[in-house]
């Protein structure tokens, strides 16, 4: 390459790239000087560019890779896949309905996580970048692994830890990730109970009542406006076509459906009992 070809491409690159390479050298110049300025401008120049390289992956493709090797992370974490595990891999897979080269593509994700060199991380990060002001994905991403650190029961140690990891990565704050954990758990509790709804009374009415409670995030003594509110909340932020618009891979589309008929579910058995919603 010719000195004037090289500064010609090194010239179409500043330019492109001018904004990250302005907001970082005034930074820098705020701080340090002339040499901050240098150093400001030349990290706002790659921050900027490593940006441009993660928005030309489809949201889609991202959301796609890191769901299964995460997966397959967390079903690894305690030391041994379960069947579970990789029964409720399978499932998600088979609500999705891939094709034949898209479920080999999110087995070949997943055992990919299993491997304990994997750096997790190097997966997580774009994803976060492209659902920064997605939170609608980002919760749902972060429902699908909890379900399969549940998958199995009771998520172990080793599996909270990968879970924390990616709550770090997603920017949820403990606060958050705590409320999610107790919704799966309540959730998965609610699912398996479903039809024992008719069949009890006193005491396990009561229990299963709480379970449609715990699905909202609410306690049983809020108030109908407070468990109006966390429904319409729900509902909205899992709404099918919202999720799609932001991100969710369209053959997730089914897991995004029946998560919101479980919280339109949870919420009719409130309101049945009330009868003031």
């Known amino acids: 390459m010719s000195a004037e070809h090289w500064g010609q491409k090194a010239g179409q690159g500043f330019i492109s790239h001018k904004t990250g390479l302005v907001i970082g050298g005034l930074i820098g110049l705020m701080f340090g000087g002339i040499f901050g300025l240098i150093f400001g401008g030349t990290l706002g120049y790659f921050v900027e560019r490593g940006l441009r390289k993660v928005k030309a992956i489809a949201p889609q493709q991202l959301f796609f890779r890191a769901t299964f090797t995460a997966m397959g992370k967390i079903a690894k974490a305690d030391g041994r896949v379960t069947e579970s595990e990789i029964d409720f891999a399978r499932s998600v897979m088979a609500q999705m309905r891939l094709s034949e080269s898209a479920r080999s593509l999110a087995i070949r994700y997943f055992t990919e996580g299993k491997d304990p060199d ?22 749902m991403f972060l429902e699908l692994q909890l379900q399969a650190a549940m998958a199995d029961g009771e998520m172990t140690a080793a599996e909270l830890k990968v879970i924390e990891s990616i709550c770090h990565h997603l920017a949820f704050t403990p606060v958050e990730m705590r409320a999610v954990v107790e ?15 008719d069949q009890v009374s006193g005491q396990s009415h009561e229990s299963l009542l709480a379970e449609a409670y715990g699905v909202l995030g609410v306690s049983p003594a809020a108030s109908d406006a407070e468990v109006k509110k966390a429904w319409r909340k729900l509902m ?19 897991l995004a459906k029946e998560k919101n008929t479980e919280i339109q579910s949870a919420y009719d058995r409130i309101r049945k009992v009330r009868g003031s919603l």
């Open 118 to 139: 994997l750096d997790l991380e190097s997966v997580l990060r774009p994803l976060a970048m492209i659902l920064k002001n997605r939170f609608p994905v980002k919760l």
């Open 183 to 197: 919704r799966i758990r309540a959730a998965q509790a609610f699912a398996q109970h479903a039809g024992d709804w």
């Open 236 to 254: 909205s932020q899992h709404h099918p076509d919202k999720l799609v618009s932001k991100g969710l891979p369209e053959e997730m589309l089914q």
